[in-house]
């Protein structure tokens, strides 16, 4: 048995950069982002079609020439234990694997890099620890901690953060200097938020950051880490 599958893209250019990727949704999320825009997918995904697995892996298989690796997403996909039947069985055809996890499982994290299972894993940070709940409804950043610990240790790895406008210029220091001290400051990208469809329908009304502001933010962070960059401006 697999998870169920809500969302596929048979080739994505913008779900892992400088790759094309097929992407795989899974539902369900453990937090609540007032700024999340995957509102079916986190909250109501019985009212989307479930995909077969087996249609997924006709099309990988299909686009195998051109498809550099397949994209777990959600949702939240760490969430789910058959995540690692799932991931075995794209490792089996071949493909590379690259995990977006919002980082609350740091033992599936753990798991699924033992095993090999992925070759990537991007894990966003939503906001500072003290503000995590407010945010996202989640306050055990203890494990957000944790996740950090083990992704970093990991060649391949990134974390990000989405701009939406009530984390501010001080949330993202402290997150900085945060990776910055554990040496976990190898990659951090920036994200716009984008105000439509979200799970909290008060987060509609906020206007998302400028470029220009958003511009500014990454200057101050440049120094903390290797890379860094602006995504969906
Ligand atoms: S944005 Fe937040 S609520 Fe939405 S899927 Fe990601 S972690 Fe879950």
């Known amino acids: 048995m697999k998870p169920e599958i809500k969302g596929f893209a048979p080739s994505s250019l913008v779900d892992w950069d400088g790759k094309i990727a097929a992407a795989i949704f899974l539902p369900y999320c453990n937090f609540k ?12 995904p019985e009212k989307l079609k ?3 697995f087996s249609e ?39 493909f590379k694997v690259k995990l977006d996890t919002n980082g609350s499982s740091p033992e599936m994290i753990s798991e699924l ?7 990537y894993v991007a894990m966003d940070i939503k ?7 407010k945010i996202t409804g989640f306050s055990d950043t203890e494990k ?15 974390f990000r953060m989405t701009l939406f406008p009530e984390i501010k ?4 220091i402290e997150i900085s200097e945060y990776l910055k001290k554990q040496e976990a400051n190898k990659s951090f990208f920036l994200q716009q938020f984008r105000n439509w469809s979200c799970i909290d329908e008060n987060a509609e009304k906020i206007k998302p950051y400028s470029k220009d502001e958003i511009e500014s933010f990454l ?7 290797d890379k860094s960059g602006i995504r969906n401006i």
């Open 113 to 119: 890099i033992e095993k090999k299972l992925v070759d």
């Open 169 to 172: 210029k001080e949330d993202l």
């Open 33 to 44: 982002c007032k700024f999340c825009s995957n509102k079916e997918l986190v909250l109501s």
């Open 144 to 158: 957000i901690k944790k996740s950090i610990e083990i992704i970093k240790k990991f060649p391949e790895y990134e």
């Open 127 to 133: 906001t500072s620890f003290k503000n995590y709940g």
């Open 56 to 94: 997924i892996k006709e099309k990988l298989e299909k686009n195998r020439e051109f498809i550099d690796g397949v994209v777990i997403s959600g949702g939240e996909p760490t969430i789910n234990p058959e995540i690692v039947k799932l991931c075995t069985e794209i490792k089996n055809l071949g």
């Open 219 to 225: 200057e101050l962070i440049k120094p903390y880490f």
């Open 50 to 52: 479930t995909i077969p």
